[in-house]
């Protein structure tokens, strides 16, 4: 599994991404029975509304990545108990975006 990372904006003032970069050193969490994780590629939604997301997630296609996940600080409001609003249409345009045959995860812990 090759993965691209989208974490929040809003949160990367006090996350830095740890306890997800920990899920997918362990696999943990999202990645839990993959057989290998590469880290390729990592960044932010862009911030609200996350638009910049779809467009990130297909250059972290174009770069190799066969996995987009959006973190759990996205979909499950991780640290701040907020998750974003707009979660489910990012989701849904960036699946639209890459295909089919990508697989799109919807937390990373």
């Given at each position: 599994?090759?993965?691209g990372l989208i974490?929040?904006?809003?949160?990367?003032?006090?996350?830095?991404?740890?306890?997800?970069?920990?899920?997918?050193?362990?696999?943990?969490?999202?990645?839990?029975?993959?057989?290998?994780?590469?880290?390729?590629?990592?960044?932010?939604?862009?911030?609200?509304?996350?638009?910049?997301?779809?467009?990130?997630?297909?250059?972290?296609?174009?770069?190799?990545?066969?996995?987009?996940?959006?973190?759990?600080?996205?979909?499950?409001?991780?640290?701040?108990?907020?998750?974003?609003?707009?979660?489910?249409?990012?989701?849904?345009?960036?699946?639209?975006?890459?295909?089919?045959?990508?697989?799109?995860?919807?937390?990373?812990?």
């Amino acid at each position: 599994m090759k993965v691209g990372l989208i974490r929040c904006m809003q949160t990367e003032d006090i996350c830095g991404a740890t306890v997800c970069l920990k899920a997918i050193k362990n696999k943990h969490g999202a990645f839990q029975g993959a057989d290998e994780v590469e880290l390729v590629n990592i960044s932010t939604c862009g911030g609200c509304p996350g638009k910049k997301a779809v467009t990130r997630a297909e250059n972290m296609v174009k770069c190799g990545c066969d996995t987009i996940v959006l973190s759990s600080c996205i979909t499950k409001g991780s640290p701040l108990a907020f998750p974003c609003p707009n979660a489910e249409q990012m989701i849904y345009a960036i699946k639209k975006r890459v295909g089919d045959d990508i697989q799109v995860l919807t937390y990373s812990h």
